[in-house]
């Protein structure tokens, strides 16, 4: 591993964590919203549903753009808008101005969860550029495990409205970094052929390509699981189990300790075994943990330590599986790699976000809805693995 490779790795793994930094930040102060805001569960959820619906939407324009023009124009766009956005967000009066600058923000924060991807597979392919998503992956921890409880902390001393000034700073220091460290992937050269209408036919290509859908959607339905949780755990964890917003912060980050801690080895994994054999061997392992975890709960088990040790075990499988699904789907696509990420990335947000509203219907104050979200997920995944992934010689970079 070289200083390029880890400078690559600290700089897009930052980016890549403002957007979900904006997410986990303010999941402890989702209850206070409500209460401040006179919202419902579901009222503030949309908060967080439309800042997801951007990010889906958004870099089906993102990854074509970055094509034309290069990655770095596109980042100082997003991040700037994102800062904006909230502010937005801090000056909220009312639940709905609170969904709309959320929405504005996401679209912002879209530039920088799509194109690392994107500037991944400019430089990189095969188990280097698994080992690279999982370094990217190692910082981008720094979201799931510090954001919550630097939000339960703003709350305790502050109040929601004040998560939202500093997520409007880190947007600013998003401008710098990418100004700063980052370098432009995407030479002129390479941005000859790329056009409004490459990127129209570069998407009805993918779209056609059933390895490279069926790949997105193991992954999609993987990161589903993980945004069911996400969206449920405030409430089940504070609400239902009794947990103060600092212990909720600590569990949340446990299980993200999980997901990048298992993802750190699939470097030597698709090294030793291949992408095709630790994706199949990782899914076998989700769905099992999964769907235990659904039988037990419904059979009348409501214990959280028996739900916090059952996604941890899981989680650290689907730790495995996002980096190695993503390189796989993009492996192929190198001269449109803005559009090829734009488009799996769309279509794992917005799998997310109806898992999501799906989920969110049938809440009932417990765990038992989210479990079985999470399992169902899993399976679909699984299914997926084995149309897409049978134990034979694909290419000489997917084995």
Known sequence: ?????????????????????????????????????????????????????????????????????????????????????????????????????????????????????????????????????????????????????TGSIIVQFGGWREIFWVIAV???????????????????????????????????????????????????FGMSSFMA???????????????????????????????IGVSQFTGLLTRKYGLNSVVRFAVTGYVLTMLVLAAVFLLGVDRLDVLAALLFIGYGFLGLVIPTTAVLALDEHGAIAGTASALMGTLQLVTAAVVMGVVGSFFDGTAKPMVIGIAVCAALSFALTQVTLRPVVRTAAAE
Not at 186 to 209: F, I
Not at 242 to 257: D, E, K, Q, R
């Open 170 to 220: 880190i947007g600013v220091l998003g401008i710098v970094l990418t100004a700063v460290f980052l370098k432009e992937t995407r030479p002129k050269e390479a941005r000859l052929e790329s056009s409004v209408g490459s990127a129209l036919r570069g998407y009805g290509m993918l779209l056609k390509d059933r390895n490279f859908i069926g790949l997105s959607m193991i992954g999609a």
């Open 229 to 259: 949780y996400l969206a449920n755990s405030s409430f089940i964890l504070i609400d239902h189990y009794g947990l103060t917003p600092t212990l909720y912060s600590v569990m949340f980050s446990i299980n993200a300790v999980s997901f």
């Open 1 to 149: 591993m070289n200083a390029t490779m880890l400078r690559a790795a600290l700089v897009l793994g930052l980016l890549s964590a403002i957007g979900p930094f904006a997410i986990d930040m303010y999941l402890p102060a989702l209850p206070a919203i409500g209460v401040d805001l006179a919202a419902n569960t579901a009222g503030v959820q949309a908060s967080l549903m439309a800042f997801m619906a951007a990010i889906a939407v958004c870099q089906l324009f993102y990854g074509p753009i970055s094509d034309m023009v290069g990655r770095k124009p596109p980042l100082y766009f997003g991040m700037a808008l994102f800062a904006v956005g909230a502010v937005g967000c801090a000056l909220a009066p009312s639940i709905e101005w609170l969904i709309i600058a959320r929405f504005v923000q996401g679209v912002g924060a879209c530039a920088a969860m799509a194109l690392p991807r994107a500037i991944v597979r400019d430089g990189y392919t095969g188990a280097d550029a698994a080992q690279l998503q999982s370094l990217l992956m190692l910082v981008f921890s720094v979201s799931p495990i510090l954001a919550p409880l």
